[in-house]
C-alpha cells in the first residue's frame, strides 16, 4: 500500500527548462553537460523519475549501461552539474500551509498503516516517526473550534529490543515515552 505523500510534484509548479538555462550556474556547463541536464532534468518533468544512465545515453555516446550509469553518476555529482541541479529543484521548493484537518487526515492514514505493519520493523519505525513530526506540526497550529479530546492520546507505540529484552515503547505526548 503506498502511502499518499503531503507533497506531491505538480506540473507547472516547477522551473521551465527555458528560464533555466538563462542562470548563470546554467551557462557555466559545456554543451554536453548542459544537454546532460536537459535531458534528465525533461525525463523528470515528463515522467516524475530521475535517470541519470538514460541522461547520459542522451548526452554521450556510451557502449553500454554500466558505463552509462558510472558516467552519469559521475556528471550527476560534479560541482557544475549539482549546482544547476539545486537551483532547479530549490525553483519548486515551498513552504505549504496545511489545516488542522488535512494534518489530522495524513496521521489518521498513517495509523492505518502502522495498524496493518509488523512491530519493530523498519516500516513501522519510519511511520512512527513520521507520526510523530506530524503531531509536532500539528500542535503548532493554532486549535479548531472542536475541543481536545480528555483522554490521553497514544501517538505511537513501538517494540524495541535493549540488551536482549523486548520493550514496549508508547509515546504519548512529543518529546515524552514511556518504556515497559
Known sequence: MKIKTILEFRPGQTMS???LEQTAEFKRLSPARAAWVRAYLQHFLDTGLLNHTRATHTAYVCSNDENARTFGHRIKNS????AVLDVFSNSWKRDVDFS?????QQIAEIQKHLDASEPGSTAANRLIELKVTLMRDLKRIAPSSAPPPQSEQVLA???EVRDGKRLRVRITEVGEAEIR
Do not use: D, G, W, Y
Open 17 to 19: 527548462l527555458t528560464a
Open 79 to 82: 560541482p557544475s552539474v549539482k
Open 100 to 104: 488542522r484537518e488535512e494534518i489530522q
Open 157 to 159: 507505540e513501538k517494540i
